[in-house]
C-alpha cells in the first residue's frame, strides 16, 4: 500500500511516516514544511507542497500512485486560532477541501484523518466516548469538528 502522509515532517505525522516505512508500506511525507522539519523525514520521502495548492497534491498523488492519505496537515495553536481565525479556517478547513478535491481527481477513496478531542470541548464525562456531545470551545477545534463534517459529507456522497 502506498501511502501520503499530508504534514508530513511534523511531528506526528513523521512519527507515522518513520512508523509505515519500518512496516513495509510505501510512503512519502507532503508538507510546506510552515511548522514541519524536513530533518524529521527520511531522505527521499518529502514532497515540499501545500494542501491548497490543489493541482500539485493531485499530480503528486497520481505520480506516487498513492492508495491512501494519513491527514495530519494543520494550523494547530489553539491561541493563535482565537488572535488569527481566518488563517485556521483557511488552513484547515480551506486545506481539507482541497485535499478532498485532490483525492477525488486521483481516485484516492482511504483517508485517514488526525481530529482532535478539542472537538467535545470541556465535557465532564470520563471517560469520554465518541458518542458525546461535541461543542468544540475554540475556533482551532470548530475547524477540525467541521473537517470531520466535510469528510463524512464527501464519503456519503463520493464513496
Known amino acids: 500500500m502506498r501511502i501520503l502522509v499530508t504534514g508530513g515532517a511534523g511531528f506526528v505525522g513523521s512519527a507515522c511516516l518513520r512508523h509505515l516505512l519500518a512496516h513495509g508500506y510505501e510512503a512519502l511525507a507532503y508538507d510546506n514544511l510552515a511548522q514541519g522539519h524536513p530533518e524529521a523525514v527520511p531522505a527521499g520521502r518529502l514532497e515540499v507542497g501545500d494542501i491548497a495548492d490543489t493541482q500539485k497534491l493531485t499530480k503528486t498523488l497520481r505520480d506516487f500512485k498513492a492508495d491512501a492519505v494519513m491527514h495530519f496537515a494543520a494550523a494547530t495553536y489553539v491561541g493563535e486560532s482565537v488572535s488569527n481565525p481566518e488563517y485556521h479556517y483557511r488552513n484547515n478547513i480551506g486545506g481539507t477541501l482541497s485535499l478532498l478535491g485532490a483525492m477525488r481527481e486521483a ?26 456531545a461535541q461543542e468544540p470551545f475554540s475556533p482551532y477545534a470548530r475547524t477540525k469538528l467541521a473537517v470531520e463534517w466535510m469528510i463524512r459529507d464527501f464519503a456519503h456522497a463520493y464513496g
Not at 107 to 130: D, H, Q, W
Open 107 to 132: 481516485g484516492v477513496k482511504r483517508m485517514l484523518f488526525s481530529s482532535t478531542c478539542a472537538t467535545y470541548g470541556m465535557n465532564p464525562k470520563v471517560p469520554m466516548g465518541e458518542d458525546s
